[in-house]
Protein backbone atom coordinates (compact mmCIF):
# COMPACT_ATOMS: atom_id res chain seq x y z
CA UNK A 1 0.00 0.00 0.00
CA UNK A 2 3.19 2.80 0.70
CA UNK A 3 4.60 1.82 -2.62
CA UNK A 4 1.63 2.73 -4.18
CA UNK A 5 0.99 5.77 -2.34
CA UNK A 6 4.50 6.64 -3.51
CA UNK A 7 3.95 6.04 -6.88
CA UNK A 8 0.76 7.78 -7.15
CA UNK A 9 2.31 11.25 -5.15
CA UNK A 10 5.43 10.94 -7.36
CA UNK A 11 3.51 10.55 -10.60
CA UNK A 12 1.08 13.46 -9.24
CA UNK A 13 4.46 15.34 -8.39
CA UNK A 14 5.58 15.32 -12.05
CA UNK A 15 2.21 16.35 -13.79
CA UNK A 16 2.43 19.16 -11.90
CA UNK A 17 5.79 19.94 -12.68
CA UNK A 18 4.75 19.42 -16.42
CA UNK A 19 2.01 21.64 -16.04
CA UNK A 20 4.35 24.29 -14.38
CA UNK A 21 6.99 24.09 -17.24
CA UNK A 22 4.30 24.02 -19.93
CA UNK A 23 2.54 27.82 -18.48
CA UNK A 24 6.06 28.94 -17.88
CA UNK A 25 7.67 28.60 -21.02
CA UNK A 26 4.56 29.76 -22.72
CA UNK A 27 5.00 33.39 -20.94
CA UNK A 28 8.77 32.79 -21.71
CA UNK A 29 8.37 32.85 -25.36
CA UNK A 30 5.88 35.99 -25.09
CA UNK A 31 7.43 39.84 -26.07
CA UNK A 32 8.80 41.61 -23.18
CA UNK A 33 6.56 43.28 -21.35
CA UNK A 34 6.72 47.21 -21.89
CA UNK A 35 4.25 49.38 -19.59
CA UNK A 36 3.83 53.08 -21.26
CA UNK A 37 4.91 56.05 -18.80
CA UNK A 38 3.11 59.43 -18.45
CA UNK A 39 4.64 61.24 -21.72
CA UNK A 40 8.01 61.85 -23.31
CA UNK A 41 7.70 65.58 -21.87
CA UNK A 42 8.43 65.00 -18.45
CA UNK A 43 11.76 64.71 -16.35
CA UNK A 44 12.12 60.96 -15.26
CA UNK A 45 14.58 59.94 -12.48
CA UNK A 46 15.36 56.07 -12.03
CA UNK A 47 15.75 53.95 -8.91
CA UNK A 48 17.44 50.55 -8.75
CA UNK A 49 17.95 48.10 -5.84
CA UNK A 50 20.18 44.86 -6.03
CA UNK A 51 19.68 41.94 -4.23
CA UNK A 52 23.59 41.49 -3.16
CA UNK A 53 26.12 43.02 -2.36
CA UNK A 54 28.08 44.27 -5.16
CA UNK A 55 31.41 45.45 -5.49
CA UNK A 56 33.99 45.63 -8.50
CA UNK A 57 35.44 42.68 -10.14
CA UNK A 58 38.27 40.91 -8.00
CA UNK A 59 39.49 39.15 -11.53
CA UNK A 60 39.12 42.31 -14.03
CA UNK A 61 42.11 42.70 -16.31
CA UNK A 62 42.24 46.42 -15.49
CA UNK A 63 41.56 46.37 -12.11
CA UNK A 64 41.42 50.04 -11.51
CA UNK A 65 38.72 50.89 -14.00
CA UNK A 66 36.70 47.86 -12.54
CA UNK A 67 33.13 49.08 -12.06
CA UNK A 68 30.52 47.36 -9.14
CA UNK A 69 27.62 49.00 -10.45
CA UNK A 70 27.21 50.64 -14.16
CA UNK A 71 23.65 52.08 -15.96
CA UNK A 72 23.49 52.96 -19.58
CA UNK A 73 20.91 54.98 -21.54
CA UNK A 74 20.96 55.88 -24.86
CA UNK A 75 24.44 55.14 -25.24
CA UNK A 76 25.52 57.37 -22.18
CA UNK A 77 26.58 56.08 -18.76
CA UNK A 78 24.05 57.79 -16.27
CA UNK A 79 25.17 55.81 -13.53
CA UNK A 80 29.21 54.06 -12.89
CA UNK A 81 30.85 53.15 -9.00
CA UNK A 82 33.91 51.18 -8.32
CA UNK A 83 32.93 51.25 -4.77
CA UNK A 84 30.41 48.28 -3.18
CA UNK A 85 26.81 48.36 -3.22
CA UNK A 86 25.21 46.72 -0.52
CA UNK A 87 22.26 44.77 -0.57
CA UNK A 88 19.19 46.69 -0.66
CA UNK A 89 20.58 50.41 -0.58
CA UNK A 90 19.05 52.33 -3.06
CA UNK A 91 20.60 54.20 -6.15
CA UNK A 92 19.04 57.02 -7.11
CA UNK A 93 19.46 58.65 -10.88
CA UNK A 94 18.07 61.82 -11.07
CA UNK A 95 16.68 63.50 -13.87
CA UNK A 96 17.50 60.65 -16.60
CA UNK A 97 16.77 62.88 -19.68
CA UNK A 98 16.48 62.38 -23.25
CA UNK A 99 13.73 59.63 -22.38
CA UNK A 100 11.86 59.40 -25.98
CA UNK A 101 8.71 58.81 -26.77
CA UNK A 102 8.56 55.13 -27.70
CA UNK A 103 11.18 52.64 -26.13
CA UNK A 104 13.62 53.50 -23.88
CA UNK A 105 16.13 51.04 -22.70
CA UNK A 106 18.28 51.07 -19.53
CA UNK A 107 21.42 48.66 -19.32
CA UNK A 108 22.32 47.49 -16.10
CA UNK A 109 25.39 45.44 -15.19
CA UNK A 110 26.76 44.82 -11.52
CA UNK A 111 29.10 42.58 -10.03
CA UNK A 112 28.00 40.22 -7.15
CA UNK A 113 30.96 40.29 -4.51
CA UNK A 114 29.67 36.27 -3.75
CA UNK A 115 27.79 34.03 -6.42
CA UNK A 116 25.33 32.40 -4.74
CA UNK A 117 21.16 32.59 -5.04
CA UNK A 118 19.99 33.86 -8.00
CA UNK A 119 20.49 37.30 -8.43
CA UNK A 120 18.02 40.39 -9.42
CA UNK A 121 18.31 44.35 -9.78
CA UNK A 122 14.76 46.20 -9.31
CA UNK A 123 14.81 49.25 -11.43
CA UNK A 124 11.47 51.72 -10.57
CA UNK A 125 11.22 54.69 -13.03
CA UNK A 126 9.62 58.01 -11.85
CA UNK A 127 7.86 60.87 -12.95
CA UNK A 128 9.12 64.22 -11.45
CA UNK A 129 5.09 64.55 -10.42
CA UNK A 130 4.79 61.50 -8.26
CA UNK A 131 6.21 59.83 -5.76
CA UNK A 132 5.20 56.15 -6.89
CA UNK A 133 6.76 54.43 -9.49
CA UNK A 134 5.00 54.66 -12.58
CA UNK A 135 6.56 51.10 -13.60
CA UNK A 136 9.46 48.46 -12.46
CA UNK A 137 11.09 46.18 -14.12
CA UNK A 138 13.21 43.56 -12.51
CA UNK A 139 16.66 42.05 -14.32
CA UNK A 140 17.77 38.43 -13.40
CA UNK A 141 20.79 36.33 -13.64
CA UNK A 142 21.03 32.47 -12.76
CA UNK A 143 22.25 31.19 -10.09
CA UNK A 144 26.31 30.83 -9.80
CA UNK A 145 26.82 34.22 -12.02
CA UNK A 146 29.84 36.30 -12.17
CA UNK A 147 27.73 39.25 -13.69
CA UNK A 148 24.15 40.59 -13.59
CA UNK A 149 23.53 41.89 -17.27
CA UNK A 150 20.47 42.97 -18.35
CA UNK A 151 17.84 45.67 -20.18
CA UNK A 152 14.60 47.37 -18.43
CA UNK A 153 12.33 48.14 -21.08
CA UNK A 154 10.07 51.29 -20.70
CA UNK A 155 8.04 52.96 -23.44
CA UNK A 156 6.48 56.39 -23.27
CA UNK A 157 4.18 57.91 -25.98
CA UNK A 158 3.80 61.53 -26.68
CA UNK A 159 -0.19 61.35 -27.05
CA UNK A 160 -2.51 61.41 -24.51
CA UNK A 161 -0.99 59.89 -21.48
CA UNK A 162 -2.42 57.12 -19.50
CA UNK A 163 -2.36 56.53 -15.92
CA UNK A 164 -0.24 55.03 -13.38
CA UNK A 165 -0.29 50.91 -14.10
CA UNK A 166 -2.16 51.35 -17.57
CA UNK A 167 -0.46 49.01 -20.16
CA UNK A 168 -0.78 49.93 -23.94
Known amino acids: MRILAALVSSALVLLLVKAYLTVDHSSA??????????NAAGTFRLELELSFDAGPDRFSENLSGASSVTVRFAGNVLYQTDKPVAAGQKIEIADVGDVIAGRNEFLIEATPQSPG???FAKASIYSSEQHE??????VWAPVGSALLSGVANFSTTADSPPSAGETP
Open 29 to 38: DAAPHVETLE
Open 133 to 138: PIAERF
Open 117 to 119: PPL
